[in-house]
Nanobody, 132 residues
Framework: QVQLVESGGGLVQSGGSLRLSCTAS????????IGWFRQTPGKGREEREG?????????DPYYEDYVKGRFTVSRRGNTVYLDMRNLKPEETATYYC????????????????????????WGQGTQVTVSS
């Protein structure tokens, strides 16, 4: 059974940092592309925005402009990490990871938050709250 489990969310002050983890079981991440997405309060499932995406087979990750320079995505074994620094209150959201078996261009993967059913697997999400 395939599972993606996010962890590491919590409450942090504006300007603070958090590390999120996405641990996969039942699949070999070497064969997947993995994305981090977030769903802000009041927005629906099909309004998730991409944050950062990475290929399990290696190569440079992709970052959306609004997190570039502040967020770093990495992978170790079957866990993908999202290191977030200088967090802003408007980044309060539920953060999700997703994995897909297709060899998607990473920028394309990061756009799939508006089409969540197009991706193979999603985690249950972890809440990040940034206080002002």
């Amino acid at each position: 059974q395939v599972q993606l489990v996010e962890s590491g969310g919590g409450l942090v002050q504006s300007g603070g940092s958090l590390r999120l983890s996405c641990t996969a079981s039942g699949l070999d991440l070497n064969k997947y592309v993995i994305g981090w997405f977030r769903q802000t309060p009041g927005k629906g499932r099909e309004e998730r925005e991409g944050v950062s995406c990475i290929s399990g087979s290696g190569g440079d990750p992709y970052y959306e402009d609004y997190v570039k320079g502040r967020f770093t995505v990495s992978r170790r074994g079957n866990t993908v990490y999202l290191d977030m620094r200088n967090l802003k209150p408007e980044e309060t959201a539920t953060y999700y990871c997703a994995a897909d078996r297709r060899n998607l261009h990473l920028q394309t993967l990061c756009m799939q938050g508006t089409r969540p059913d197009s991706l193979n697997f999603w985690g249950q999400g972890t809440q990040v709250t940034v206080s002002s």
